[in-house]
């Protein structure tokens, strides 16, 4: 299998984690928990920001498909996990620690984007179990943008950062030889000092 016929076969397999993650997740209600960012940072982290943010998207188009139309315009939220989680693995590895800040960079800029699409297409509503916080802050008098962004800021730092150390983790425990990237054990020297 070449490269490229191993990254389209993994980019649909991160495609179809994410939403079945997220779906079941979904369904399920779990407070503060989404996954459905795990495959995009899968991808991202072992193949960059390109190939990253194209499986958030597509995740999200398919999402729009099975589950509902709202998910269409947040694959912009999910292009950015590609993109944050694709630059921070090319510029400084993904490691234990750069999995956290990447967590944790994820946690602020996601709900700051999917605040304003929340917002300016929904009216900061989406039919999600956050729902009944943003209207609660409303009703306290907090902002629109405000009550949207709150209860995203919360939920997202803690699915981003246990999204992100997760993965950390499943590389870590991929031999290198599978990933086929002579690179990505250099680029990734904290992660691999710390398997030791």
Request: aromatic letters at 10%; hydrophobic letters at 55%.
């Amino acid at each position: 299998m070449n490269q490229k016929t191993l990254i389209i076969t993994l980019g649909a397999l991160a495609v179809a984690i994410n939403v079945i993650a997220g779906t079941v997740i979904g369904s399920l209600k779990i407070p503060f928990l989404f996954l459905d960012t795990v495959g995009t940072i899968f991808i991202a982290a072992i193949f960059g920001p390109f190939w990253g943010a194209l499986v958030g998207i597509l995740t999200n188009l398919v999402l729009g498909v099975t589950k509902s139309y709202t998910s269409i315009p947040f694959a912009l939220v999910n292009a950015f996990v590609g993109l944050i989680v694709g630059f921070i693995a090319v510029k400084r590895g993904f490691n234990f620690f750069n999995s956290i800040i990447s967590g944790i960079i994820l946690g602020i800029v996601c709900p700051v984007v999917g605040t304003v699409i929340a917002v300016g297409l929904f009216g900061g509503l989406t039919g999600g179990i956050q729902d009944i916080a943003v209207l609660w802050l409303k009703n306290t008098g907090s902002s629109v943008f405000a009550s949207a962004f709150l209860p995203r800021l919360f939920d997202n730092l803690i699915d981003k950062i246990l999204s992100a150390v997760l993965i950390y983790y499943v590389i870590k425990s991929i031999p290198q030889s599978l990933l086929k990237r002579p690179d990505f054990k250099l680029r990734n020297k904290g992660a691999s000092h710390e398997a030791k």
